[in-house]
């Protein structure tokens, strides 16, 4: 992985600067509404004055605006960059291999591996940079106003995240064995003739429908105990916030707040997971890239 972001960052270094900036922006920027949305509940439920309630519906919508601005600018700059290292990725694929290795296998890495590889590099530091600074500043700010509630949303992050890394190395397994397949089913299509390599190419492809199915269940499996548990945080943050209200020990600005949190976690938590699910991905094809270059050409 260490040798996945040197090349990142050998070939991108400088335009990855504004995009790690963007993303420090746009995660403390994620805490803002939930401070200003908290202001009007507890307003609401006080004496507040109509221009107040204004003023703060205004900030609330302009830092929205504002944070998806922002987020359009760095989802238009990360798509850049990927697709000038695909180039760079394919250019060096053509010119090293495309005289002298087997046709099916350097269509595939031309197609499909250069494309995912130089993909990612658009993403490899700013995306996990904004969403773990999102879930940093949203559960912050909540612990901030209420510990307790802010250790609900920490004990619903930490098995998802256990959840994850446990089964990503099941799916890495089988993506490896996956890319191996559709090499060779793309090399035997390409240098043999179609009919004699029938029985032996259809194997190929059930391999890759086999891959693919455990990697499906893989995902769906952690999709669904990721889900468990989210309900589980809501149902406590709804329970605990009541009682602590009712003790006085809280506001019901607050307990909002923390619901509206934890819905605002949800996505920067499944980006970050599904993040990580790509570089695994990613870790792997690279590596196999690495791998054909290294060795001995081949004649088609």
Known sequence: MLELYKRIWIVSGRSQILLIVLSIVIAILAA?????????????????????????GAGYLGVLLLRNGLKFVLQYKSSLLSEG?????????????AKDTERG???????SEAEEVGRFSGTAMAAPLMQLGTL???IGYIATAQPMLGAIMVAIVVPQAAIAVAVQQRINDRVAHRVKA??????????????????AVRGDFDEIYEARRRVFLFKASS????????????AGILVLGGVLVIDGRTDVGTVVAAL???????????ELIAFYRDLSVVRIKFELLLAAQSQPAQMP
């Open 32 to 56: 803002v509404p939930l401070k200003l949305q908290k202001e009007i509940v507890n307003g609401l439920t006080g004496s507040m004055q109509q221009r107040t309630l204004l003023l703060l």
């Open 260 to 270: 509206s949190g934890l819905t605002r976690i949800a996505e920067p938590w499944r």
């Open 105 to 111: 296998t350097v269509v595939e890495m031309i197609a």
């Open 182 to 199: 559709l090499r060779r089913a793309t090399h035997r299509i390409a240098a043999e003739d179609i009919e004699s390599a029938g029985e």
């Open 136 to 138: 940093v500043s949203v």
């Open 85 to 97: 290292v695909i180039r760079r990725i394919r250019n060096r694929i053509y010119d090293e291999k």
């Open 223 to 234: 999709k669904l105990a990721m889900n468990v548990l989210t309900a589980l945080g809501t």
